[in-house]
Nanobody
Framework: QVQLVESGGGLVQAGGSLRLSCAASGRTFSSYAMAWFRQAPGKEREYVAR????????NYADSVKGRFTISRDNAKNTLYLEMNSLKPEDTAVYYC???????????????WGQGTQVTVSS
């Protein structure tokens, strides 16, 4: 089992930046594909980005491509999401998740963090 704890959320003005972190504990972090999802009030959970266990491959939702960067440090058991040029529509609770295989489908992920709120003001 993997325990995940997100941090780094907050309030930022449009055009600003934030860096989210997801600290993992438990079973071997490096054996899992990882992803970020987000959920805004009244909306379904939305895929943001994913990364393979080695970090060699990444993928992004079209809505964040070119603005967000996902990365991981397996030595530190930590996943990151660097978010630049933030927009009000990026406002949501952001979740990190772990799975055996990389997928944009949230149903593929077995372990989830509690989420961190990101609010972007216009």
């Amino acid at each position: 089992q993997v325990q995940l704890v997100e941090s780094g959320g907050g309030l930022v003005q449009a055009g600003g930046s934030l860096r989210l972190s997801c600290a993992a504990s438990g079973r071997t972090f490096s054996s899992y594909a990882m992803a970020w999802f987000r959920q805004a009030p009244g909306k379904e959970r939305e895929y943001v980005a994913r990364i393979t266990w080695s970090g060699s491959s990444t993928n992004y939702a079209d809505s964040v491509k070119g603005r967000f960067t996902i990365s991981r440090d397996n030595a530190k058991n930590t996943l990151y999401l660097e978010m630049n040029s933030l927009k009000p529509e990026d406002t949501a609770v952001y979740y990190c998740a772990a799975a055996q295989y990389s997928s944009p489908n949230y149903r593929a992920y077995d372990y989830w963090g509690q989420g961190t709120q990101v609010t972007v003001s216009s």
